[in-house]
């Protein structure tokens, strides 16, 4: 059985080790795109809904080999459990009061 997930992700304008702005985009949209079951939904920039056969923490690691989490930051969420884990580049606290089911990834 599919878990329905959506991410939102900032990734930062500057190269980073080799890698553009543009390139580390193109590979986080990869990954779900290779992850995806049945659907991906991307009609709003930088936000993704998707659904999958793999866990939270998988997912997480495979976001990560596609982003510099030393300035770009992604937030996944599972819409069924409300597990969710962020990475990267975030100094507003502000997220774990507001979802207190997130996780340093």
């Known amino acids: 059985m599919s878990t329905t997930y959506w991410t ?7 190269p980073r080790q080799g890698r553009s702005q543009i390139d580390r985009r193109r590979a986080l949209i990869e990954v779900v795109s290779k992850i995806a079951c049945s659907a991906v939904w991307t009609e709003t920039p930088d936000f993704m809904i998707f659904d999958s056969r793999i866990a939270i923490d998988d997912i997480t690691d495979r976001f990560k080999s596609a982003i510099d989490d030393e300035v770009d930051l992604f937030v996944l969420v599972c819409t069924h459990s409300k597990a969710g884990r962020i ?3 975030n100094p507003d606290k502000d997220i774990f009061k507001l979802m207190t089911s997130i996780e340093s990834g």
Request: hydrophobic share 60%.
């Open 8 to 14: 939102a992700f900032g990734i930062a304008d500057q």
């Open 87 to 89: 990475v990267g580049a």
